[in-house]
T-cell receptor, first 114, second 110 residues
Framework: DTGVSQNPRHKITKRGQNVTFRCDPI?????LYWYRQTLGQGPEFLTYFQNEAQLEKSRLLSDRFSAERPKGSFSTLEIQRTEQGDSAMYLC????????????FGPGTRLTVL | GNSVTQMEGPVTLSEEAFLTINCTYTATGYPSLFWYVQYPGEGLQLLLK?????DKGSNKGFEATYRKETTSFHLEKGSVQVSDSAVYFC?????????FGQGTILTVHP
C-alpha cells in the first residue's frame, strides 16, 4: 500500500492557460474523489468515479473543468482557461466503496493562477 | 442538503490542557462521521471515525461519540501535547461523499 499520490505537488500558471493534474489512487480502491480546498476552508466535493464511470459532479465544477479516469485506474483533472479564482489546493481521495469505509487522501496539488 | 458546523477557531491551549472542539451536523440519511487532521505542510489524515449512533471513535488519545439525538460529534482529548497543533476537520459521509466543516486551528504551547 503506497498511498494516494498526486502530481504535480505545485503548479503556477498564468491566467488563461490550461492545467492538468494527476491522481494515482490506492490500487484496490474502486472509488476516486476530487475535492478543492481554499485557504481557511474545508475541502469541497468536486466529482467522483466508480471505476471508470463518473457518477456525480458538483455544481462547483464549471464547464472549464473536466475529469477522467480511463480504465478505472489513475484520474486526471483538467482546468481550461484558468482564472485567478481557481487558485486552490486540489485533493484526491480513494476508498474501496464498502459502506462506512475511510477515504484516504493524497498530498494535494496546489494551484496558483497569476 | 448535508452540512457540518465546527466551533470557531483558532483554539490556543497550554500543554496538558483539556481539549473540546464542537461539531454538529445536518444530514439526510444515516451518515458516517469523521475527524480528519491536517498537520502543517502535510495532507489530510483520518484521526477517528464512527459509523452509527452511540459509536465512539478513538485514536491517539482523541475521542468522539456519535450523538444522533443532538446531531453532534464533538472531539475531545484529556491532555494535549505541542505535537497536536494542527487543523482539525469534522466531516460526514453519506454514500461515500464527504462534507467537511470549515476546520479549527489548534495551537498548543509548552
Amino acid at each position: 500500500d503506497t498511498g494516494v499520490s498526486q502530481n504535480p505537488r505545485h503548479k503556477i500558471t498564468k491566467r488563461g492557460q490550461n492545467v492538468t493534474f494527476r491522481c494515482d489512487p490506492i490500487s484496490e480502491h474502486n472509488r476516486l474523489y476530487w475535492y478543492r480546498q481554499t485557504l481557511g476552508q474545508g475541502p469541497e466535493f468536486l466529482t467522483y468515479f466508480q471505476n471508470e464511470a463518473q457518477l456525480e459532479k458538483s455544481r462547483l465544477l464549471s464547464d472549464r473543468f473536466s475529469a477522467e479516469r480511463p480504465k478505472g485506474s489513475f484520474s486526471t483533472l483538467e482546468i481550461q482557461r484558468t482564472e485567478q479564482g481557481d487558485s486552490a489546493m486540489y485533493l484526491c481521495a480513494s476508498l474501496t466503496g464498502v459502506l462506512g469505509d475511510t477515504q484516504y487522501f493524497g498530498p494535494g496539488t496546489r494551484l496558483t493562477v497569476l | 442538503g448535508n452540512s457540518v458546523t465546527q466551533m470557531e477557531g483558532p483554539v490556543t491551549l497550554s500543554e496538558e490542557a483539556f481539549l473540546t472542539i464542537n461539531c454538529t451536523y445536518t444530514a439526510t440519511g444515516y451518515p458516517s462521521l469523521f475527524w480528519y487532521v491536517q498537520y502543517p505542510g502535510e495532507g489530510l489524515q483520518l484521526l477517528l471515525k464512527a459509523t452509527k449512533a452511540d459509536d465512539k471513535g478513538s485514536n491517539k488519545g482523541f475521542e468522539a461519540t456519535y450523538r444522533k439525538e443532538t446531531t453532534s460529534f464533538h472531539l475531545e482529548k484529556g491532555s494535549v501535547q505541542v505535537s497536536d497543533s494542527a487543523v482539525y476537520f469534522c466531516a460526514l459521509s453519506v454514500g461515500g461523499k464527504l462534507t467537511f466543516g470549515q476546520g479549527t486551528i489548534l495551537t498548543v504551547h509548552p
